[in-house]
């Protein structure tokens, strides 16, 4: 039987996967077997270390985008397809990628076509983010950060408008009708993981569907390498001891004193996640622009050690975010909490 692999891309911070996670949930329910792939220009990710919470086997390509690895690519998919004998795969690419209807999908096509049914290629969109595109502006990013959040969308066989819990009922409807005559071509799904909402339907199109690839975009390489560079990425994996400490007023400390910093600095935020696990309890931490976004879900026994995942792709020079994230986190551990790092990689993707 061939498996399907369906590729959820979208920009940082758009829900790809929070979107993986219900995913595999419900398509588990319905008996299927589910593996997943993350992918990131570095290892450490927050991502990997959620989805391995779940019941599914997770296989991850670190070190470039899906777009420059394809091999990698190739790699897990068949890793976590022997692991999990799965029927369905699902990946998600780092969020600044694109040009993946070309560089993935088409050859994906071509060579597995007789052992893989691809799905159409999702590509999830923030409501709010996605408006501000729309109007012509840059939803907070440098122009050519933008411009990938553009060529994502362009690309995309499925737009999926996500979060639709969030905008009122007639934003949502203009934002559809909007999207409907700017991309006349592309399918539309709108999805809310957190209401549950058109959530089955995306599903059963993805799984009924293997017309992929019917968009391309036209990438300008240079504007996109520029749209990546821009960004400061850091992937640090902290081990963290003391007293007795309650994780979450931790996170939520941490998180926002991060917040306050890049609000101050002006420094636009693409997605800064963070994983707190003691034990078999965890919480999560997202931060997806200005301080009003973000949000932590899940709850860490009080306890005196416990073990710190934190990924953040800010706009800034990597060292200065380096920097940043020492100071804050030197700040929210006041000296009560030893954090000793175990993994630390600060970066500014390479060029895709
Ligand atoms: N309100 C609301 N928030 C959501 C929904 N889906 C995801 N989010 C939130 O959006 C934030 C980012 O979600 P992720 O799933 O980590 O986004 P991502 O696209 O995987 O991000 P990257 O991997 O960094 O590119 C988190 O705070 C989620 O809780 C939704 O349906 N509604
Ligand atoms: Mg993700």
New binding site residues.
């Given amino acids: 039987m061939k498996t399907r692999l369906i590729l959820v891309g979208?920009?940082?911070?758009?829900?790809?996967?929070?979107?993986l996670w219900e995913a595999a949930q419900r398509l588990a329910r319905r008996g299927q077997r589910v593996g997943l792939i993350t992918n990131d220009q570095a290892p450490e990710l927050v991502?990997t270390a959620l989805l391995s919470r779940g019941d599914v086997n997770v296989a991850e390509v670190s070190g470039s985008c899906f777009c420059c690895n394809f091999q990698g690519l190739i790699d897990a998919m068949s890793n976590v397809s022997t692991e999990a004998e799965a029927d369905v795969l699902i990946a998600?690419p780092?969020?600044s990628c694109t040009d993946l209807s070309a560089t993935i999908v088409q050859p994906l096509k071509d060579l597995l076509g007789q052992e893989l049914i691809v799905s159409p290629l999702s590509v999830?969109a923030d409501p709010v983010r996605l408006t501000n595109i729309l109007d012509g502006g840059t939803a907070g990013l440098h122009p050519s950060a933008a411009y990938i959040f553009r060529k994502q969308i362009e690309e995309a066989d499925i737009i999926v408008i996500?979060?639709?819990?969030?905008p009122t009922s007639a934003g949502l409807e203009a934002l559809k009708a909007r999207v409907t005559q700017a991309y006349p071509d592309a399918g539309i799904s709108m999805?809310?993981?957190?209401t549950g909402e058109g959530l089955d339907a995306w599903l059963e199109e993805v799984m009924s569907r293997s017309d992929a690839g019917q968009r391309l975009a036209e990438v300008d390489y240079d504007v996109y390498a520029e749209g990546e560079a821009v960004l400061g990425w850091l992937n640090a994996t902290i081990a963290l001891s003391g007293e007795a400490t309650n994780w979450n007023i931790f996170a939520k400390n941490l998180l926002s004193g991060l917040a306050q910093r890049f609000d101050s600095m002006g420094a636009s935020v693409?997605?800064v996640?963070l994983m707190v696990e003691a034990g078999k309890s965890f919480l999560v931490g997202?931060l997806?622009g200005k301080s009003g976004t973000l949000?932590i879900?899940g709850l860490v026994a009080v306890s005196s050690e416990a073990r710190l995942i934190i990924?953040a792709?800010v706009q800034m020079p990597p060292e200065m975010l380096e920097e940043v994230v020492r100071e804050v986190l030197a700040s929210a551990s006041k000296g009560r909490i030893t954090a000793t790092p175990v993994a630390w990689r600060c970066l500014s993707p390479g060029r895709p």
């Fill in positions: 979208g920009f940082l911070g758009a829900g790809k996967t929070t979107l991502d998600e780092v969020g999830l996500s979060k639709t819990d969030l999805v809310s993981v957190k693409g997605h996640k997202n997806t949000s879900r990924n792709r």
